[in-house]
């Protein structure tokens, strides 16, 4: 894999505060074009890791490179490609939405004409477009977040870092900016770091995720392999016909561990990875009628906070 | 860097000048200054605003004013405003960044000095006309402007090294209020302080400065400059981007 293909690399990267060790050797790799999730609880290190990142902290030790730049060598040419929403949204609060974005046009040296057009077309994008006159301390949270999103795009950066994005916008709107990111790395490229502490919205766009606790990586994968982790060896089957017989039978069964039956719900626990198809086929044998099967699967959340327990 | 400093300089003159209280409250205040400098005080000296040296000392305290508050809003005003990251982030250089701010109140004030000189100018001539154009002697007007920008630049490198600091404008307002009462008005109080021997010797001296006037403007700028290079490198060297992060 070229450089290229890779827009943050990091290794045995550190970072201590006294004797507080913020950010304690963390190694991984993004992918360009990519949504990469930075999880963890707070205090982690995540905002240290994007401050490191952006050059905006000096390393105690190890190395890092975005885009191809070293973070301590070449962090003008890192803040020059990217953008960053940090913990605060960081706006202009005296100055109308328009004067926001067109400062941070200015500050990309974006040309005039050019400015005013993805001014235009970033703010119909989000809905705020009418109300571009006003000052932004007039504004709701949500839409203040918003307007730090758009800020974060307005020089077509290639990597965009965001703290908590989503935090503040109500379901719909959180829901569509969760597109637009979708969209910029599958559509335009871009690499997008994001912290959240939403594991649900992480689970749902992520093409890989981390874990950071106390300044250590607990682990990088896709969410669908983190789950996997801890997916537990059950099987739930929804259906009638649950007869004693069947249920002895199912206990007798030298891989089942436990059964438990509430309502239509049949549990299934095993010892270990076990072919479901043949159970399945066994119940049906059985004269039960079979509605629905699901294999237990952890959702990311719970992996995550299985992870968190482990590492403890 | 240039447009790199405007971009800052614009942004500052919008956002803390021009949008504060609604930006009423900033026009209000400069209307009154450029009325009382500009207009009150030339009607009530009448020619003399032109050719008296008192004219140059009224007009020279106002960067005084004008930069304190631009200038301690630098970076304990993003700070408080959480904005300081956020421009962290960016392209612009930490030069660029701290000359912007710098600049920012200079300007401002130094070209309010300069209005009101101009407008001082104009008011003798209507109210009191000659005939011919009449206006401040050369050298008192260009030294004038000069002194304006110097001391303009020392106060706001002094304000913004206090604002790098001040985790709140409160408090960098507070800090360079101090620092200036102490920088105007201890040498007086020192003066005062020594024996009277040493006093009757200024006394005695005091006819040889005035014989020697411009040899002693000339060093007095000499200082300011020296002054105003010594605080601005203190700055710059106290301005960096890993410090103001965690501060």
Redesign the interface.
Known sequence: MTNENISISTHDLRCQ?GEVRAVDGITFEVQTGTLFGFLGPNGAGKTTTI?LL?????PDGGSAQVLGYDVRTQA?QI??NCG?L??????????SAE?NLD??G????IPTEQRAQRIKELLEKMGLYERRKE?VNTWSRGMKQKLAVVRTLMHNPRLVFLDEPTAGLDPVAAASLRDDLVDLARQHGVTVFLTTHNLAEAEKICDRVAVINKGKLLTVGSPDELRLRKSTHSLTVVGRGFSPEVMAALRAMPEVEAVELQDRHLVVHFKQETDSGNLVQFLAGKGVMIDEVRKGKASLEEAFLALLEEKE | MI??IL?LI??EW???IF??AGGRQSWVSILILLALLGVYLPYMNGVDWLHNPTALFAWAWVPLFMTIGLVVDAFAGERE???L?????????DTSILLGKIAASVLYAWSISVICALLGAITINVLFPSGTFQFYNAGMFFGGIAAVLLIAILISSIGVFVSLKAPTVRQAHQKLSFSIMVVWFVPFILLQAFPDKVQDFFVSIAPLLENNLPLIIGGLFLLLVVADAAVLLLAKKRFQ??RL??E
């Open positions: 505060f401050r952006l050059g905006l902290l000096e003008d803040r020059l960053a940090l913990e605060q949204s960081g706006l202009y609060e005296r100055l004067d400062l941070f200015r500050i990309w040296h000052t | 447009q790199d971009i614009r942004k919008k956002e803390v949008q504060r405003r959480h904005t990251e956020t421009l962290l982030a960016t392209r612009l250089s981007r890993t992060i965690l």
